[in-house]
Structure formats: C-alpha cells, structure tokens
C-alpha cells in the first residue's frame, strides 16, 4: 500500500556531513508526522528526529545542533541533514512516516528498508 524508499547511503569520517532522503509512495491520502530513526548493533531503535506536518520539529538531544530534519510534502519527501558526524553516529537509519489511506481510514505507521550510515574516526 505504502513504500518508503530511503537513498544517502554512506562512509564519511569523522566531522564529515551526509544527506538522507525518503520518499512515501502508495496510497496516501495524508501523511501526519514523518521521521528518522536509528539503530546501532547491539542496540534498541532510537528516535533521530521527527517533523510534523505542519513543520513542527523534534530532534534527540545526541542530534541537536547538528542534524536538521526537513520535509517536502508535495513530494512526500523528509530529509535529514547530518553534520558534524562522530562515529557514535553509525548505525542503520530508517525512515518512519505516519500514513492515512483514506478519508476514514486510521493512521499507521510505516518504515522504510534502512539505510546504513557509517563514520570512521
């Protein structure tokens, strides 16, 4: 029903910067809040940072300052800005987006793939 299909794949060093993208395809009716999230080996899915509808934004203290999240919602598309890289930083990124499929149907959430993100010291 929904795809999201992330780009922006990469190896950067430590300081360096990288661009995600994501774009929702499908059958959207609206999209409410988009996102990004994270998760390194051997650890829990973390919020990276989330972007409502009405531009309203949400970062993870570990991001502030240095990530900017974004969005293009006649393109169904949400970015994520990523400067000042540490290698704290490397881990799977996903993007997430909260969907409705119909006039009277319910949100939902949907993931992308993930994309890996490293950054070497």
């Known amino acids: 029903q929904v795809q999201l299909v992330e780009s922006g794949v990469g190896l950067v060093q430590t300081g360096g910067s990288l661009r995600l993208s994501c774009v929702a395809s499908?059958?959207?009716?609206?999209?409410?809040?988009m996102g990004w999230y994270r998760q390194a080996p051997g650890k829990q899915r973390e919020l990276v940072a989330v972007?409502?509808?009405?531009?309203?934004?949400n970062y993870a203290d570990s991001v502030k300052g240095r990530f900017t999240i974004s969005r293009d919602n006649a393109k169904n598309t949400v970015y994520l800005q990523m400067n000042s890289l540490k290698p704290e930083d490397t881990a799977v990124y996903y993007c997430?987006?909260?969907?409705?499929?119909?006039?009277?149907?319910?949100?939902?959430?949907?993931w992308g793939q993930g994309t890996q993100v490293t950054v070497s010291s």
């Open positions: 997430n987006a909260v969907v409705r499929t119909g006039t009277f149907k319910s949100e939902s959430d949907y």
């Open positions: 972007i409502s509808s009405g531009g309203y934004r």
């Open positions: 499908g059958s959207i009716f609206s999209i409410n809040d």
